[in-house]
Every structure is written in structure tokens, then in C-alpha cells.
């Protein structure tokens, strides 16, 4: 692709987030990436976006931005049940597609929707963002490292958000309404950490998993735990809670337990590192990490850059390395593929709550 041109469906949190990204590193690019047009229902929504990060229209009307031969790529930004729909629309015309996670309200939805970008054969980014975080990169290298020395026993994560039906960080109601966003906190928040700990620790082989619902919202369950065996013989937990403390937006927080050494990490980079060994305890400040990208090689083009990109801009460095691999011609990552596999891994985990906590087997889920 010569020149990437940019259509987004969508103008609300999510939207904006990906159109103050994708502004922030044209610049990179030069004249290859252009900024197009800007749709959603809400005129005024639509119309401010378009004005702060410089697309050159706006509109109401979806089939004029998918319809537009002058956009080649689009970036869906709406709804999860409406997911399905602008991907044809896009994929019959040739477009790319960046796809917010998860991908469909089910997991039978999301296949669907892999046939139809291999049938059309075009490039498409899910955005599973934690990917792109310059701390889990680091943490992934030291996890590599640890594993030479000492086996690995077990990791633990708590990942709890204010309900983003409330507050002002992630606030979309849609999210209280099953048939728009088709479940809860694990897939609509928790399908990230699925495929961040295959990405760390490989395949998950099993699942069993519990889930409730405080809120009361029908079929929106803000609390599920899932305990998973890893194809390496690994067992780990997953709890994932959107709870009702506006004083406390969002946090990860890992613990990794090898034979020999203790790891954790909790937010997104800013606090740090701790690990303790049999030598000592060592914390690895915002500064360290910041070091290691260098050594990792994370992203080195923008290493220097830290004055545009700061090191925790995570959706800024998704946005560069899509739009890096559509100009250099190479498939993006992560896949369909990817957002396929932490969709069934979800399902999975749905199917064994709401079968008394059975063990499922993911190999053989269908």
C-alpha cells in the first residue's frame, strides 16, 4: 500500500482514542497517511472529532466513509454486535480493517467474520492493545530469561475497572445491554488478558471458571475467576471484576510465581517492576524499563522520540505498527487469527460457568 487513507466508524471514547493515535504518528509517515472521514450517528460527536484530529469530513452516514474510494482503510470504532456488518461492508471493497476487540458479541460471530477476511483476502489489525504496552514487553524478556533458569509454577492476575456503564474514563452504557455487547467484563475487558498470557505463557489447554453478577445488568456479569491449565502443564488464575469505585478507574496486577524468583507488576508500566530472588529484591522503575526497550529493540525508531511518543502511549504505538506493516506490505498483528483464539478461549470460559465450573478442554470447544 502506497499510502494508507483512513476512514473511521465511530466517535466516541474508543473512536477518539484511535484518531488522536493515529494523528500523532502521521507525522512519521509524511504525505502516506491521510486522514479521510469520520462517521458516526451523533452529528455533533462526529463533527468534533473530525475537527480536533483534522479528517477532512465528517457524516451520519456509515455507507458514505465505507463507500469512499478515496479511504482504503478502516477503523471500526462502534458497538460489538455492529462489529460483523462494517467488516463485509469494507472487506467486498478491498479495504483494510483495524477491528476494536473483541470482535463479535460470540465466538460463533467472530468465525464468521475470520471467513470473511480470508475470503477477501485483506489485511486486518485487532486491537488487542496491551501487545503494543513497552512494560509487557519487557516483562515477556525477563520472563524468558527467569524460565532458563528456574521453573515456572504459577501467575496470578487480578484486572478490576470501574463499570464503564459509570465514571467519565470508559463510560458507554451500550456496555449494560447484552444484545450490543454480548457479555460482560471478561469479554469485553478480560479477552485482552487472554491473549496476553498465551502470548506469555503459551496455549491454554483448560479451563474452569466461575462468574456473577452484582450490577444486575442482564447477561453483563461484572465478576468471573478462571483457573487455567497452560499446554505446558502450568496452571495460572484469572479473576476480572468491573466494580462501582469511581476512585479507581483500572489496574492489572500480575503476580508470577517461578521455583527460585517472585515477579509483579501491577498497572501499565508507571509503577514499575518487582522482582525478589534468592539474591535480592530489585525494582525496576519507570526509568529501567524505559532502558530495556533500547536493549529489547522496541520499537527503536521511536526510542529517541519520547518526546512525541512517551513510553506508556501504548494506542499511539499500536496505531504506528499498523499502519507501519499496511505501508510495508506485511500482515498485522495481532491477527483475526489472534482475536479468533482469545474469543474461543472466552467461550470456553463461559461454557464452563454456566456448567457448574466443568473442565473444558479448548482444543475440542466448539
Partial sequence: MEQVTIGMIGAGFIGKEHARSVRLMKPFFG???????????????????????????????VARVLNDDKINTIFICVPTVAHIDILEAAAKQGKAVFCEKPLAVDYATAKKMGEIVAKYNIPCQVGFVLRFTPVYHVLRNILQERARESKLMTVLLRDDQLIPVKGNVHFTPWRSDVTQAGAGVLLEHGIHD???????????????????NFAGFKGIEDYIQCDLTFESGMKGTMIHIWHDIEARHTIRHFEIFFQQAFIQLEGYGTEGITIRDSRASHYLSHEDIYSMCKEIKFYPELSHR?????????????????LKALLEGMPPSPSIEDGIRAHKVVAASYYSADHDGALVDISSFV
Avoid at 195 to 212: H, L, S, T
Fill in 31 to 61: 504525505q502516506k497517511v491521510k486522514l479521510v472521514g469520520v462517521a458516526d450517528k451523533d452529528e455533533k460527536e462526529a463533527a468534533r472529532l473530525a475537527q480536533e484530529f483534522e479528517f477532512e469530513y465528517h457524516t451520519t452516514d
Fill in 194 to 212: 487472554v491473549d496476553i498470557f498465551e502470548w506469555f505463557f503459551g496455549p491454554i489447554k483448560n479451563v474452569r471458571a466461575e462468574r456473577r
Fill in 306 to 322: 519520547i518526546d512525541v511518543v512517551p513510553l506508556g502511549d501504548y494506542y499511539a504505538i499500536q496505531a504506528y505498527a499498523f
